[in-house]
């Protein structure tokens, strides 16, 4: 069972170490999204299940992002999971974490949709990475 756990452990650290970070403008559209590198590349995006709703997000569309993950593939990325916080937007020239915010509740969520109290439509509210615990 240890013999597991380290295998494990250096299986985390090794994939962590691997992680690159993929800047560029986010475009997304119905087909998916994807982000226009600096030398004016599309690079498609992927990620898990939250990840992607996120990218299907159209009130992102336009904003400068920092993706963290890898390449499967010339052209296309695999953002990190979710909970590593590896998909940051700029605003006003700082990162943001992308959230999801509920007026009625005050509950914030990780992905956009309806909330999960009074089912209202939350609002994007993109917050500062150190503010969120």
């Given amino acids: ?3 597991c756990l380290c295998f494990l452990a250096l299986a985390l650290a090794c994939s962590a170490a691997d992680s690159v970070t ?3 403008k986010l475009l997304i559209n119905s087909s998916g999204a994807a982000v226009e590198t ?3 590349s599309k690079v498609t995006l992927d990620g898990d299940s939250q990840t992607q709703k996120v990218l299907h997000d159209t009130r992102l569309n336009g904003f400068s992002i920092e993706a963290k993950g890898h390449y499967t593939s010339p052209g296309h990325f695999l ?5 590593t916080r590896a998909l940051l937007v700029r605003k006003d020239g700082a990162l943001k974490l992308i ?3 509920c007026d009625v509740c005050s509950i914030r969520s990780f ?3 309806p909330c ?3 089912q209202k439509e939350t609002t994007l509210d993109l ?3 150190d503010d969120i615990q």
């Fill in 1 to 3: 069972m240890r013999t």
């Fill in 22 to 24: 993929l800047r560029g």
């Fill in 38 to 40: 600096a030398d004016h």
């Fill in 79 to 83: 953002i990190d999971p979710m909970h």
């Fill in 99 to 101: 959230t999801y915010w």
């Fill in 111 to 113: 992905t956009p949709g």
């Fill in 116 to 118: 999960v109290c009074c």
């Fill in 127 to 129: 917050r500062d990475p």
